[in-house]
């Protein structure tokens, strides 16, 4: 058990002692009247506020209203001591007794976190405490009971300094005041507040706004009509109106202050929900992208298909046709212009070997041989050599790599260098490729024009899709006048 | 001269065969893999091995690593490796150590049957022949501060029949210029890249490959 815990059940047993002892002095009162129902609505707001608000002090011990309300329940039975017929009981019980008002207004004005946040609600407090304590001592000090309250049982003011009526009834009136606009400003705070509030939030503030409001009004009323001269009857009726709603108020707070948790596991389910949402929406990018990259390298697959058809067609195909009617011709020439038919035979010759050469280009194109039998460090080499702009390769791994990687790698080096020579219109680039845990990483810079755009060309595109496959990464740096550099990371464990 | 020819495609190992044959060339044995290949050799200890680089099992670069097999067994037998695609790669493998009794052609260049039988002839009396694709590629490689730019365009022709693996007669008559002209030319060449002076023959092709690998 938490030494929080203990305390709190020491005070319930300590507001037990209390109401008990009240008990027994309305009970032995000689003034107090009508007894039972006094003594019924003194133990019922007390023991109410105090045990739930030990309840609440328990259940949520970072919030004040716990302690606020356990503070109204000790309170509320200095209300009780008025009923002593010993004067310095009835003293205390004087003095003291409008102070669970001013916690309470307290209280109203800071749910439900338990903290004022405005000037405004600072300002009514105050001047609540102002109105209940302070004062409440002043017009003690002027009051004789036995006069002044029609109250022949009572016993002497102790602390009686002038029973002059005036005197007790200016600071009356300036206390009545005061207490009408701390009560009117905070039913007005909390009212604002519940028009601003959320559904979830009224759940929580509608008990509490609803019972306070009806509670303090009443009180209004009460301050009110006290003033006015009506019967004892109607006054005290208001009185036991005014407590019986204010013996309720601690059971509107404490519903109040379950459904805020209730109103917390809400707002934590909620951000669950936003934050799943957010997931689902991450995901649903993540499986288009993945849709749209699929569907271009199936087109860059059915583009090279096309780009080898149309070569093949342009190519070597017409050669060969070119080749076969040479050929014809030269049969035909053969027994009456043998010199032209050698001159038709080295014209055929030629074609031949132009189609040969660019047959090979295009397997190599297709396939590069030496990448695969040879690794990245030959293949590499190769493309340099036969690159127009100078290539520097400064690093490649010793060993073979996995054959996708070598091939993603070799096409990102091989497409880089092209568009280099195509558009950089560079001095120079250099070529690095290394290995490091479990990533490989490409990169081909220039010192050319710069000004390369991802979204520009379709082979960049390609490129980022071939690499992306192998779940890596690619990314293109190039600002006009600073040259490109291309760079792709490729996991490689 | 006696040569033993190995390609895994009947009709162009026939074909070489025939072209072969028709220059006088002795054939005396085909192989259709590398296994084969080497019990020709083994048996016929020919003057040259003519070996395509793709054959059975793997299609990849089994008459490269026949090629030196060869060389490091039967020093005396040369090898003429032809392949599909040159890369300069290969021929560095290839002339790594040696290019004397070692060539490295194109296999278009058995459609040219002069280039053939003439590489043939070159290796197979310890000469060496690099295909002129490969000797291009590397000549046209881009160098930042290239000294090649040094070179005159005639110096530059003769530095790549060099790297060909041509002799200074062979030059001179490709070129139709005398032989005194390309000896000059020869050391004008190893002058400006400051090669070593070096004589005729595999040495040369050795150094000129190596500096045009590696220029610094």
Same mark, same amino acid.
């Not at chain 1, 390769?393 to 996708?404: G, S």
């Given at each position: 058990m938490s030494g929080l815990r203990r305390a709190l059940i020491g005070l319930a047993g300590l507001a037990l002692l209390i109401g008990v002892a009240v008990a027994a002095l309305i009970l032995d009162s000689n003034h107090a009247s009508p007894r039972g129902l006094l003594l019924g609505l003194i133990l019922g707001a007390g023991w109410s506020f105090a045990f739930t608000g030990l309840y609440a002090w328990d259940r949520r011990p970072g919030n004040n209203i716990g302690p606020l309300m356990t503070a109204i329940g000790f309170t509320w039975?200095?209300?009780?001591?008025? @009923?002593?017929?010993?004067?310095?009981?009835?003293a205390i019980g004087t003095v003291g007794g409008t102070v669970p008002f001013a916690i309470l207004l307290q209280l109203l004005a800071g749910f439900p976190s338990g903290h004022l946040q405005t000037l405004l609600a600072r300002g009514a407090v105050g001047l609540a405490y102002l109105v209940t304590v302070p004062l409440q001592f002043v017009w003690a000090l002027f009051v004789d009971p036995t006069v002044q309250r029609d109250c022949d049982g009572c016993p002497k003011n102790p602390i009686l300094i002038d029973g002059y009526e005036g005197v007790s009834n200016a600071i009356n009136a300036f206390q009545v005041l005061g207490g009408i606009v701390a009560?009117?400003?905070?039913?007005?705070?909390?009212?604002?507040?519940?028009?601003?509030?959320?559904?979830?939030?009224?759940?929580?503030?509608?008990? *509490?706004?609803?019972?306070?409001?009806? !509670?303090?009004?009443?009180?209004?009323?009460?301050?009110?009509?006290?003033?006015?001269? *009506?019967?004892?009857?109607?006054?005290?009726?208001?009185?036991?109106?005014?407590?019986t709603v204010f013996a309720c108020l601690p059971f509107a707070f404490l519903v109040g202050l379950l459904r805020s948790r209730i109103g917390r596991a809400e707002e934590v389910s909620s951000a669950l929900t936003i934050e799943n949402e957010q997931l689902t929406a991450e995901l649903q990018a993540k499986v288009e992208e993945l849709r749209a990259s699929r569907h271009r390298i199936v087109e860059a697959g059915y583009a090279e298909r096309r780009r080898v058809e149309?070569?093949?067609?342009?190519? !070597?195909?017409?050669?060969l046709m070119a080749l076969t009617m040479n050929l014809r011709l030269a049969r035909d020439k053969l027994a009456e212009d043998p010199t032209a038919t050698a001159e038709l035979l080295d014209e @055929?010759?030629?074609?031949?070997?132009?189609?040969?050469?660019?047959?090979?280009? /295009? @397997?190599?194109?297709?396939?590069?041989? /030496?990448?695969?039998?040879?690794?990245l460090r030959a293949a590499l080499g190769g493309l340099a050599d036969r690159s127009p702009v100078p290539v520097e390769i400064i690093e490649t791994p010793e060993e073979r790599l996995p054959d996708a990687v070598e091939m993603a790698a070799y096409f990102v080096v091989a497409e880089a260098l092209t568009n280099v020579a195509r558009y950089a219109e560079a001095e120079g680039a250099t070529v690095r490729v290394a290995r490091h845990n479990g990533v490989v990483e490409v990169e081909v810079s220039d010192d050319g024009a710069g000004g390369a755009d991802l979204d520009a060309?379709?082979? /960049?595109?390609?490129?980022?899709?071939? *690499?992306?496959?192998?779940?890596?990464?690619?990314? *293109?740096?190039?600002?006009?006048?600073?040259g490109t550099t291309v760079e792709a990371r490729i996991p490689c464990a | 001269m006696r040569v033993v020819v &190995?390609?895994?495609? +009947?009709?162009?190992?026939? =074909?070489?065969?025939?072209?072969?044959?028709? +220059?006088?060339?002795? %054939?005396?044995?085909? &192989?259709?893999?590398?296994?084969?290949?080497?019990? $020709?050799?083994? &048996?016929? $200890?020919?003057?040259?091995? %003519?070996?395509? %680089?793709?054959?059975?099992?793997?299609? +990849?670069?089994?008459?490269?690593?026949?090629?030196?097999?060869?060389?490091?067994?039967?020093?005396?037998?040369s090898v003429l490796v032809l392949s599909q695609y040159v890369e300069v790669a290969y021929a560095r493998e290839l002339l790594a150590e040696s290019a004397e009794g070692l060539g490295y052609l194109l296999k278009d260049r058995v459609a040219d049957v002069e280039a053939l039988t003439d590489a043939v002839r070159r290796v197979g009396s310890g000469g060496s022949a690099l295909d002129p694709e490969v000797v291009s590629q590397m000549l046209g490689r881009r160098r930042r501060d290239d000294p090649l730019e040094e070179l005159t365009p005639r110096e530059r022709e003769v530095?790549?029949?060099?790297?060909? =693996?041509? +002799?200074? &007669?062979?030059?001179?008559?490709?070129?139709?210029v005398s032989e005194r002209a390309v000896e000059k030319h020869v050391t004008g060449i190893f002058a400006k890249l400051e090669l070593p002076a070096s004589g005729d023959g595999h040495r040369r092709v050795l150094a000129v490959l190596r500096f045009l690998e590696d220029p610094a």
């Amino acid at each position: 058990m938490s030494g929080l815990r203990r305390a709190l059940i020491g005070l319930a047993g300590l507001a037990l002692l209390i109401g008990v002892a009240v008990a027994a002095l309305i009970l032995d009162s000689n003034h107090a009247s009508p007894r039972g129902l006094l003594l019924g609505l003194i133990l019922g707001a007390g023991w109410s506020f105090a045990f739930t608000g030990l309840y609440a002090w328990d259940r949520r011990p970072g919030n004040n209203i716990g302690p606020l309300m356990t503070a109204i329940g000790f309170t509320w039975f200095f209300q009780g001591l008025q @009923a002593a017929d010993d004067s310095i009981l009835f003293a205390i019980g004087t003095v003291g007794g409008t102070v669970p008002f001013a916690i309470l207004l307290q209280l109203l004005a800071g749910f439900p976190s338990g903290h004022l946040q405005t000037l405004l609600a600072r300002g009514a407090v105050g001047l609540a405490y102002l109105v209940t304590v302070p004062l409440q001592f002043v017009w003690a000090l002027f009051v004789d009971p036995t006069v002044q309250r029609d109250c022949d049982g009572c016993p002497k003011n102790p602390i009686l300094i002038d029973g002059y009526e005036g005197v007790s009834n200016a600071i009356n009136a300036f206390q009545v005041l005061g207490g009408i606009v701390a009560i009117a400003i905070v039913i007005g705070i909390v009212i604002a507040n519940w028009r601003r509030s959320s559904e979830t939030e009224r759940r929580v503030l509608t008990p *509490v706004v609803f019972t306070g409001s009806l !509670a303090f009004t009443i009180l209004l009323v009460q301050l009110i009509i006290g003033e006015l001269g *009506v019967s004892n009857t109607v006054k005290e009726l208001t009185y036991i109106a005014s407590i019986t709603v204010f013996a309720c108020l601690p059971f509107a707070f404490l519903v109040g202050l379950l459904r805020s948790r209730i109103g917390r596991a809400e707002e934590v389910s909620s951000a669950l929900t936003i934050e799943n949402e957010q997931l689902t929406a991450e995901l649903q990018a993540k499986v288009e992208e993945l849709r749209a990259s699929r569907h271009r390298i199936v087109e860059a697959g059915y583009a090279e298909r096309r780009r080898v058809e149309r070569n093949l067609h342009d190519g !070597a195909q017409q050669r060969l046709m070119a080749l076969t009617m040479n050929l014809r011709l030269a049969r035909d020439k053969l027994a009456e212009d043998p010199t032209a038919t050698a001159e038709l035979l080295d014209e @055929a010759m030629e074609e031949l070997a132009t189609a040969t050469a660019e047959l090979r280009e /295009l @397997a190599r194109g297709i396939h590069p041989v /030496l990448l695969s039998e040879r690794g990245l460090r030959a293949a590499l080499g190769g493309l340099a050599d036969r690159s127009p702009v100078p290539v520097e390769i400064i690093e490649t791994p010793e060993e073979r790599l996995p054959d996708a990687v070598e091939m993603a790698a070799y096409f990102v080096v091989a497409e880089a260098l092209t568009n280099v020579a195509r558009y950089a219109e560079a001095e120079g680039a250099t070529v690095r490729v290394a290995r490091h845990n479990g990533v490989v990483e490409v990169e081909v810079s220039d010192d050319g024009a710069g000004g390369a755009d991802l979204d520009a060309g379709t082979g /960049l595109r390609g490129l980022e899709d071939r *690499v992306a496959a192998l779940e890596g990464s690619f990314g *293109v740096r190039s600002s006009a006048g600073q040259g490109t550099t291309v760079e792709a990371r490729i996991p490689c464990a | 001269m006696r040569v033993v020819v &190995a390609d895994d495609s +009947t009709l162009l190992r026939e =074909g070489i065969v025939r072209l072969l044959e028709e +220059t006088g060339i002795e %054939v005396v044995g085909q &192989a259709g893999d590398a296994e084969e290949l080497m019990r $020709k050799v083994r &048996a016929h $200890k020919p003057d040259v091995a %003519v070996v395509d %680089v793709r054959m059975p099992p793997t299609h +990849t670069d089994e008459g490269l690593r026949a090629a030196r097999e060869i060389r490091a067994e039967l020093p005396e037998v040369s090898v003429l490796v032809l392949s599909q695609y040159v890369e300069v790669a290969y021929a560095r493998e290839l002339l790594a150590e040696s290019a004397e009794g070692l060539g490295y052609l194109l296999k278009d260049r058995v459609a040219d049957v002069e280039a053939l039988t003439d590489a043939v002839r070159r290796v197979g009396s310890g000469g060496s022949a690099l295909d002129p694709e490969v000797v291009s590629q590397m000549l046209g490689r881009r160098r930042r501060d290239d000294p090649l730019e040094e070179l005159t365009p005639r110096e530059r022709e003769v530095l790549g029949l060099m790297a060909e =693996g041509r +002799t200074n &007669a062979a030059i001179a008559a490709e070129l139709v210029v005398s032989e005194r002209a390309v000896e000059k030319h020869v050391t004008g060449i190893f002058a400006k890249l400051e090669l070593p002076a070096s004589g005729d023959g595999h040495r040369r092709v050795l150094a000129v490959l190596r500096f045009l690998e590696d220029p610094a």
